[in-house]
């Protein structure tokens, strides 16, 4: 300990005599770990934040899309025709033992006017089911209950978005709104969830009983009066996922009685895959940001051999001095291992101080969420004394088996 | 008890290109401890090649060379380099300070390739200080000190580690005749008080006459090893200087 801080004593005093080129060349190793630290810091923001997204949509969600697709993505089937119905919903939730719940969902575009101001938004018919799908949660007044559905109740809740354009500030609890000629009583609002994995403002939607949007408002398909957009399915557990993917399709194939061999004429996605591999990319991008970032440490470890490279010969004389009264190879060794990885470790702290403020300007003022770990802290922390390592190893090789004659008599 | 130093038939040949220089063709002798030699021989005779092998930075081609009895023909580097901490001190004529470091801190250089505690070498290095007269310089850097100064900072090193012998090529070769005869009377005090044994190269016959013996040199060979009968004594010789040549060089120092 003591000889560790005596070596690095003298290695600070023999980077003072150079301040200037000490600094320069700590300078490559700053840059190097700053970007590091803020390119990590933007990957991870990016990660995190579809996270949330991912988390917002609700977990372990299973989507049933009325029709088919065929493997070349062309959609196939059933002409605008819904075969999906809340029957079906009701079975799978009664058959399929991996299933946690369903909810059916009817969807359309609507204009809803309150007093003089009107708003366009997504209208979605469906069940209390939906709000635990969702993992949707009221802001203000209540969710309307099943006996609202089987009434066809002119109920509705607001997603936040439409509850400002319509209300302002004001809870608008209470208020009767019309939606596409029909007056509906707001009974509540959901808390905000944001945006979604693809963009889409979330909280730009009127939920309404199944019941009645398909009745009054979207105006569901004549054949089947009990007929639904989509079913929102939420497996008991990830690990359930598949298993109720099969339960799924073999329960609707039997109720659809369709012939083996023929196509579904309805289609299941796991969403939370299709996120999941947005949250790959988007993890592939946070590393190979840090990976680009890396180079130019790497170029900064360049620079620190060059100089101790420089040093070792400008103080050839004072080496071979130093091995006359007895400095071993590993002494000489580490004189200028350690001054190579005070001078990287040195500009490593400095990259990390200035990749820390250069990812709070980058969240500040482009408005994009970083994250720096801890973990990205420490690891350019031991990666810049590693730099040092590496490249000053060579140098400091060269310094400790110089010949002292010849480095006595070098002029 | 074996002799400080025991060379026999020490060759020693640099390759220029293909062609074998033959420098050292032979060299045989001993010294015991105490023993003050002035090494002499004209230039390029072969003393300071001879010189790099006493100190253990360099080996003979052939022959063997014992220090206090055990050869150093088989040792490694780092070896060498520990014998050279502990048994040898180095005097160079350019000094060979180190530059921007208190002449304390040049002075526990040594000490630092040892497993003194930091409090013991500070103290070592004080006391060799004090020795050679440069007590209230500790903290003076090279480039504050005079050229007589500095190479008294060296044998101060030289001295730190208690070494069994000092070698000194040329030491008074960059000084004027009175700083000269300082370091001379130091080196007798050490070789009588402390019974070093010391190497002295020099050109200069006068400064030889300090010595206890005297080789001479020629053409890589010994040509005479003489023991001198009455060697002159320093300390009296330079107090029998006129005084006022002296303190000018002083003056300017601590101003
Ligand atoms: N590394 C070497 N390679 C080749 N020749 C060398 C080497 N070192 C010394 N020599 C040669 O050995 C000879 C003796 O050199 P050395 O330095 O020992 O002489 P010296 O007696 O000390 O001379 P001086 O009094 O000028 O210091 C010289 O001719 C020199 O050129
Ligand atoms: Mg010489």
């Given at each position: 300990m003591n000889k560790l801080l005596s070596s690095l004593r003298i290695a600070l005093r023999a980077l003072r005599v150079n301040?200037?080129?000490?600094?320069?060349?700590?300078?490559?190793?700053?840059?190097?770990?700053?970007?590091?630290?803020?390119?990590?810091?933007?990957?991870?923001?990016?990660?995190?934040?579809?996270?949330?997204?991912?988390?917002?949509?609700?977990?372990?969600?299973?989507?049933?899309?009325?029709?088919?697709?065929?493997?070349?993505?062309?959609?196939?089937?059933?002409?605008?025709?819904?075969?999906?119905?809340?029957d079906d919903a009701k079975a799978i939730a009664a058959e399929c033992p991996a299933v946690a719940a369903v909810a059916p969902t009817l969807r359309g575009g609507v204009q809803i006017v309150f007093g003089s101001a009107n708003w366009a938004t997504s209208a979605q018919g469906?069940?209390?089911?939906?709000?635990?799908?969702?993992?949707?949660?009221?802001?203000?007044?209540?969710f309307f209950t099943d006996q609202d559905v089987d009434a066809g109740a002119k109920v509705a809740?607001?997603?936040?978005?439409?509850?400002?354009?319509?209300?302002?500030?004001?809870?608008?609890?209470?208020?009767?709104?019309?939606?596409?000629?029909?007056p509906f009583t707001v009974v509540g609002v959901l808390t905000p969830k944001g945006q979604s994995p693809t963009g889409q403002d979330q909280d730009d939607v009127i939920l309404l009983p199944i019941s009645s949007a398909r009745q009054k408002v979207i105006g569901g398909n004549r054949a089947n009066a009990k007929s639904v957009g989509n079913l929102m399915v939420q497996a008991v557990s990830p690990d359930q996922m598949e298993q109720a993917l099969s339960e799924m399709t073999?329960?609707?194939?039997?109720?659809?009685?369709?012939?083996?061999?023929?196509?579904?004429?309805f289609t299941v996605r796991n969403l939370t895959e299709v996120f999941a591999a947005q949250e790959t990319s988007a993890q592939v991008m946070s590393i190979l940001l840090g990976a680009i970032a890396s180079v130019s440490l790497i170029v900064g470890g360049i620079g620190i051999m060059n100089i101790m490279l420089v040093s070792v010969t400008e103080r050839t004389r004072e080496i071979g001095l130093r091995q006359a009264v007895g400095?071993?190879?590993?002494?000489?060794?580490?004189?200028?291992?350690?001054?190579?990885?005070?001078?990287?470790?040195?500009?490593?702290?400095?990259?990390?101080?200035?990749?820390?403020?250069?990812?709070?300007?980058?969240?500040?003022?482009?408005?994009w969420s970083t994250e720096v770990s801890l973990l990205s802290v420490l690891m350019a922390f031991l990666f810049s004394a590693l730099v040092g390592v590496f490249f000053g190893y060579y140098p400091a090789r060269k310094a400790a088996y110089l010949d002292p004659i010849e480095a006595l008599r070098y002029e | 008890m074996p002799a400080v130093i025991e060379t026999t038939d020490l060759v020693r040949d640099f390759l220029?290109?293909?062609?074998?220089?033959?420098?050292?063709?032979?060299?045989?002798?001993?010294l015991e401890r105490g023993d003050f030699v002035a090494i002499m021989g004209p230039s390029g005779s072969g003393k300071s090649t001879l010189m790099n092998i006493l100190g253990c930075l360099d080996k003979p081609t052939s022959g063997t060379y014992k220090l206090e009895g055990s050869g150093i023909g088989d040792l490694t580097r780092d070896q060498l380099a520990e014998i050279r901490n502990k048994k040898i001190g180095f005097v160079f004529q350019q000094f060979n300070l180190l530059a921007r470091t208190?002449?304390?801190?040049?002075?526990?250089?040594?000490l630092l390739y040892t497993d003194l505690p930091a409090k013991e070498r500070r103290e070592r290095a004080l006391k060799a200080l004090q020795a050679v007269g440069l007590g209230d310089r500790s903290e003076h850097q090279p480039s504050q000190l005079s050229g007589g100064q500095q190479q008294r900072v060296a044998i101060a090193r030289a001295m730190v580690n208690n070494p069994k012998i000092i070698l000194a090529d040329e030491p008074t070769g960059a000084l004027d005749s009175r700083t000269s005869l300082e370091i001379m009377a130091i080196f007798q005090r050490l070789n009588r008080e402390d019974a070093i044994t010391i190497l002295l190269v020099t050109h200069d016959a006068h400064m030889a006459s300090y010595a206890n013996r005297e080789i001479h040199f020629k053409d890589g060979r010994i040509e005479s090893n003489e023991i001198i009968a009455k060697p002159r004594d320093a300390q009296a010789d330079l107090a029998a200087l006129p005084p006022e040549a002296v303190e000018t060089v002083k003056e300017e120092v601590t101003a």
């Amino acid at each position: 300990m003591n000889k560790l801080l005596s070596s690095l004593r003298i290695a600070l005093r023999a980077l003072r005599v150079n301040r200037a080129r000490s600094a320069l060349t700590m300078l490559g190793i700053i840059i190097g770990v700053a970007a590091v630290i803020a390119m990590v810091g933007v990957g991870a923001g990016a990660t995190a934040r579809i996270q949330d997204q991912i988390q917002s949509i609700g977990s372990n969600l299973i989507i049933v899309m009325p029709g088919s697709v065929s493997t070349n993505g062309v959609r196939l089937g059933s002409g605008g025709v819904s075969t999906l119905s809340e029957d079906d919903a009701k079975a799978i939730a009664a058959e399929c033992p991996a299933v946690a719940a369903v909810a059916p969902t009817l969807r359309g575009g609507v204009q809803i006017v309150f007093g003089s101001a009107n708003w366009a938004t997504s209208a979605q018919g469906v069940t209390p089911e939906y709000t635990t799908i969702r993992d949707l949660t009221m802001k203000s007044g209540q969710f309307f209950t099943d006996q609202d559905v089987d009434a066809g109740a002119k109920v509705a809740v607001l997603g936040e978005t439409v509850s400002q354009n319509l209300f302002g500030g004001t809870d608008p609890t209470g208020q009767v709104i019309i939606v596409k000629n029909v007056p509906f009583t707001v009974v509540g609002v959901l808390t905000p969830k944001g945006q979604s994995p693809t963009g889409q403002d979330q909280d730009d939607v009127i939920l309404l009983p199944i019941s009645s949007a398909r009745q009054k408002v979207i105006g569901g398909n004549r054949a089947n009066a009990k007929s639904v957009g989509n079913l929102m399915v939420q497996a008991v557990s990830p690990d359930q996922m598949e298993q109720a993917l099969s339960e799924m399709t073999t329960l609707l194939r039997e109720r659809h009685r369709i012939q083996p061999g023929h196509d579904d004429d309805f289609t299941v996605r796991n969403l939370t895959e299709v996120f999941a591999a947005q949250e790959t990319s988007a993890q592939v991008m946070s590393i190979l940001l840090g990976a680009i970032a890396s180079v130019s440490l790497i170029v900064g470890g360049i620079g620190i051999m060059n100089i101790m490279l420089v040093s070792v010969t400008e103080r050839t004389r004072e080496i071979g001095l130093r091995q006359a009264v007895g400095a071993r190879t590993r002494d000489i060794l580490s004189q200028f291992l350690v001054e190579a990885v005070t001078l990287s470790l040195l500009g490593g702290i400095i990259g990390i101080v200035v990749g820390l403020t250069a990812s709070a300007l980058i969240s500040y003022f482009a408005e994009w969420s970083t994250e720096v770990s801890l973990l990205s802290v420490l690891m350019a922390f031991l990666f810049s004394a590693l730099v040092g390592v590496f490249f000053g190893y060579y140098p400091a090789r060269k310094a400790a088996y110089l010949d002292p004659i010849e480095a006595l008599r070098y002029e | 008890m074996p002799a400080v130093i025991e060379t026999t038939d020490l060759v020693r040949d640099f390759l220029l290109g293909e062609i074998p220089v033959h420098v050292l063709k032979g060299i045989t002798f001993q010294l015991e401890r105490g023993d003050f030699v002035a090494i002499m021989g004209p230039s390029g005779s072969g003393k300071s090649t001879l010189m790099n092998i006493l100190g253990c930075l360099d080996k003979p081609t052939s022959g063997t060379y014992k220090l206090e009895g055990s050869g150093i023909g088989d040792l490694t580097r780092d070896q060498l380099a520990e014998i050279r901490n502990k048994k040898i001190g180095f005097v160079f004529q350019q000094f060979n300070l180190l530059a921007r470091t208190s002449a304390l801190e040049n002075v526990e250089l040594p000490l630092l390739y040892t497993d003194l505690p930091a409090k013991e070498r500070r103290e070592r290095a004080l006391k060799a200080l004090q020795a050679v007269g440069l007590g209230d310089r500790s903290e003076h850097q090279p480039s504050q000190l005079s050229g007589g100064q500095q190479q008294r900072v060296a044998i101060a090193r030289a001295m730190v580690n208690n070494p069994k012998i000092i070698l000194a090529d040329e030491p008074t070769g960059a000084l004027d005749s009175r700083t000269s005869l300082e370091i001379m009377a130091i080196f007798q005090r050490l070789n009588r008080e402390d019974a070093i044994t010391i190497l002295l190269v020099t050109h200069d016959a006068h400064m030889a006459s300090y010595a206890n013996r005297e080789i001479h040199f020629k053409d890589g060979r010994i040509e005479s090893n003489e023991i001198i009968a009455k060697p002159r004594d320093a300390q009296a010789d330079l107090a029998a200087l006129p005084p006022e040549a002296v303190e000018t060089v002083k003056e300017e120092v601590t101003a």
